[in-house]
């Protein structure tokens, strides 16, 4: 298989897995090695006491992309730490686009960038994460 084949691969199998992601009715729009670009729509549930945008789910947005994109390497790999910043709300029936991509890795520890934007192309929030790689495949196959 091909590095983007396996990428593929990859998330397919662990949105699958995903209820919290697929609860939230969110979409994988595209993936590659070192990186995700997820959509989610913001329902009338997703709103608190402001009629804003729990920032809870927009973090689990931008978690899901981020979780997404450092495990398509096929390496079971885990959030170490990971850090939001919350640019401007986000209202009802909002889609906001998530966007994972890799800055390095290192050994087993990796940097993911992840950007947050509405449907206007307007950026929403900021999200950084670190994580762990292990030894352990995702699917059985080769990685990147």
């Known amino acids: 298989m091909t590095p983007q084949q396996v990428a593929e691969a990859v998330v397919r199998k662990m949105f699958e897995n995903d209820?919290?992601?697929?609860?939230l009715g969110m979409q994988v729009l595209?993936?590659?090695?070192?990186?995700?670009?997820?959509?989610?729509?913001?329902r009338p549930d997703m709103l608190n006491g402001h009629?804003?945008?729990h920032g809870g789910l927009i973090f689990s947005l931008a978690d899901s992309a981020f979780?997404?994109?450092c495990n398509t390497c096929n390496f079971v790999t885990v959030a170490a730490s990971c850090s939001i910043e919350f640019l401007a709300p986000v209202y009802l029936?909002?889609?906001?686009t998530s966007e994972a991509v890799e800055r390095i890795v290192k050994g087993r520890t990796g940097i993911y960038?992840?950007?947050v934007v509405n449907h206007k192309e307007e950026q929403v929030a900021l999200f950084r994460g670190r994580c762990h790689r292990s030894r352990?495949?995702?699917?059985?196959?080769s990685g990147c």
């Open 136 to 141: 352990e495949q995702v699917i059985s196959v």
């Open 19 to 23: 209820a919290a992601s697929r609860a």
């Open 30 to 42: 595209e993936v590659r090695p070192g990186y995700a670009r997820v959509e989610m729509r913001i």
């Open 67 to 69: 979780a997404f994109a």
């Open 51 to 53: 009629a804003i945008c």
């Open 93 to 96: 029936n909002d889609v906001l």
């Open 113 to 115: 960038d992840v950007s």
